[in-house]
């Protein structure tokens, strides 16, 4: 069965222009990463890895819970995540090969 593929993935399939200017790929790959840490934040939360809980032995064999806050950071990354899409679409306005709506404009 083959592999499904990660957000990140689709998300580079989905962005990326053959031709784009390297600031644009950029932002793509980042916005792919971010993409992917989501899905991992997501699988946590769900219960689908436990990695959001764990047992440490601190200083002096003192045992600490940890508890790391997954929801707090999958809404930054989130955050994130919509504004580098968001900046990817503005400057691809501002290229030169970007469709435009005028339909008067070569006239």
């Given at each position: 069965?083959?592999?499904?593929?990660?957000?990140?993935?689709?998300?580079?399939?989905?962005?990326?222009?053959?031709?784009?200017?390297?600031?644009?790929?950029?932002?793509?790959?980042?916005?792919?990463?971010?993409?992917?840490?989501?899905?991992?934040?997501?699988?946590?939360l769900t219960g689908?890895?436990?990695?959001?809980?764990?047992?440490?032995?601190?200083r002096d064999a003192?045992?600490?819970?940890?508890?790391?806050?997954?929801?707090?950071?999958?809404?930054?990354?989130a955050t994130v995540?919509?504004?580098?899409?968001?900046?990817?679409?503005?400057?691809?306005?501002?290229?030169?090969?970007?469709?435009?709506?005028?339909?008067?404009?070569?006239?």
């Amino acid at each position: 069965m083959p592999r499904r593929k990660t957000a990140g993935q689709r998300l580079i399939s989905d962005l990326s222009h053959q031709g784009d200017p390297y600031a644009i790929t950029v932002m793509i790959v980042e916005a792919a990463r971010i993409a992917d840490r989501l899905e991992r934040l997501d699988a946590a939360l769900t219960g689908e890895t436990q990695t959001w809980l764990r047992l440490t032995e601190g200083r002096d064999a003192v045992l600490e819970l940890r508890v790391d806050n997954a929801l707090a950071e999958a809404r930054q990354q989130a955050t994130v995540l919509r504004h580098l899409i968001a900046e990817v679409q503005r400057q691809r306005l501002h290229t030169k090969d970007a469709p435009t709506d005028d339909d008067l404009a070569g006239l």
